[in-house]
C-alpha cells in the first residue's frame, strides 16, 4: 500500500508455540510443529504483509530467520509484572520496523499490554482472530 510516494509498514505477529523442535534451528523452523502456527504462517504468507515476526516468550521479537535454542518458557506461567517487562522489551523491538500497522495472530498474554503501547503511539493493530477459539483459528485458516 502506497501513501502519496511513502510505503506504508505493515507487519504480522504470530505468537512462538508451545511444540519447539528438540535443537538449535532458525526461528521459523523451530514451531512447524505446531499446526496452529504452520497453518497461520501459510496464511500470512499470501497476505499483503512487508514481512511477518514471531512473538516469543523467551526471545521478544524474532526474525524467522533468527537462528534460537529450544526453551520452555511461556507468557502463561508469568505473573502481571513479568509480562509487563516482556511487553516494555517488545514494544522497544517493534518501534525499530518503524511499523504503521501491525496484525496480531497472538493470543490476549501476548498482545493485552502491547497493543495499548502501541496505539498510543499511533500504530494501528489488528487482531483478525480475536475471540476465536483454537478450533475455530484453525478452520478459518483452511477456509483463506
Known amino acids: 500500500m ?3 510516494g511513502v510505503q506504508m509498514a505493515k507487519f504480522a505477529l504470530i505468537s512462538c508455540s508451545k511444540v519447539k523442535k ?3 534451528c532458525p526461528a521459523k523452523e523451530m514451531y512447524m510443529e ?3 502456527f504452520r497453518k ?3 496464511y500470512i504468507e499470501k497476505q ?3 514481512d511477518w515476526y ?3 516468550a523467551k526471545y521478544g521479537l524474532l526474525n524467522k530467520e533468527t537462528f534460537i535454542e529450544p526453551y520452555d518458557v511461556t507468557l502463561n506461567n508469568m505473573n502481571a509484572g513479568e509480562r509487563k517487562e516482556w511487553t516494555e522489551n517488545v514494544y522497544k523491538q517493534i518501534l525499530e520496523l518503524e511499523p504503521l500497522q501491525l496484525y496480531f495472530y497472538a493470543g490476549k498474554k501476548y ?3 502491547l497493543i495499548p503501547l502501541l496505539e498510543k503511539k499511533g500504530i494501528q493493530c489488528y487482531v483478525p482472530l480475536e475471540g476465536l477459539g483454537i478450533g475455530e483459528q484453525l478452520s478459518f ?3 483463506k
Open 40 to 42: 497461520a504462517i501459510h
Open 141 to 143: 485458516y483452511k477456509v
Open 34 to 36: 505446531s499446526p496452529l
Open 111 to 113: 498482545r493485552e499490554y
Open 2 to 4: 502506497v501513501l502519496k
Open 48 to 50: 499483503d504483509y512487508n
Open 54 to 56: 514471531i512473538l516469543s
Open 22 to 24: 528438540d535443537y538449535p
